[in-house]
């Protein structure tokens, strides 16, 4: 079993809807947890970081339920360059080793 | 404003040969950390580092091989390249204490033919 699930998607979108998805972790000692976006391959840069309480950046909200270990990603008023992969992502250790889901990709319509 | 440089970006190796990718950071971070990404998966992790002189494994080490000489430089060899090790390598570092500060190379695109 992976430590870090998603969907694959693709999550088909209307520029200005708005699209949620989740992840799951198997590992409930998990510590910290991110969202990271990643375009056409390139580097993962972290768009969030995820906390109990829910926490919002702009159109981006996301949600942690460790109860059910799951993360959320809700992104509001879809824009053309939103379109990415978004990659789920925990930490388990001290060392601060990131565990990786396989992303969610998302794309956007005009 | 360097901050973490992959090289090289791209190579094409045959089947038992041997090279070393090199990753750099200018930040004065501590920890650096070797993933490799395949088609369908997430980023994995190869092997990483602590502090300079340190290396340890992660979850895909065989095959490779690191040295952290300097703090600023961590190296990721293949002494006999095969064709599963066909990925994109991504290098990253942190500083020490903070595990939202990392900064991820722009990766090495590696096809073992």
């Known amino acids: 079993r992976k430590e870090v699930e998603q969907d694959p998607g693709p999550f088909n979108v209307p520029e200005g809807a708005t699209v949620a998805f989740n992840c799951t972790y198997s590992n409930s000692a998990s510590q910290s947890f991110f969202w990271y976006r990643q375009d056409c391959r390139k580097e993962p840069k972290l768009l969030m970081s995820v906390y109990s309480s829910g926490n919002e950046d702009g159109r981006f909200t996301a949600q942690l339920n460790r109860a059910s270990q799951y993360i959320s990603l809700l992104i509001r008023d879809s824009k053309l360059s939103d379109s990415a992969t978004y990659l789920c992502v925990v930490t388990t250790d001290s060392w601060g080793k990131l565990q990786f889901g396989a992303g969610t990709q998302v794309v956007v319509t005009p | 404003n360097a901050g973490v440089t992959q090289t090289p970006k791209f190579r094409v190796l045959k089947t038992g040969q041997s090279m070393t990718l090199l990753c750099a950071q200018d930040m004065n971070h501590e920890y650096m950390y070797w993933y490799r990404q395949d088609p369908g998966m997430g980023l994995r992790l190869i092997h990483y580092?602590?502090?300079?002189?340190?290396?340890a494994k992660g979850e895909v080490p065989d095959g490779y091989n690191v040295s952290r000489l300097k703090k600023q430089n961590f190296l990721l060899g293949l002494e006999s390249a095969a064709p599963s090790q066909t990925s994109v390598y991504f290098c990253a570092s942190r500083m020490d204490g903070s595990v939202y500060g990392y900064t991820f190379g722009s990766g090495t695109r590696l096809t073992v033919v």
């Open positions: 580092s602590v502090g300079e002189g340190t290396t």
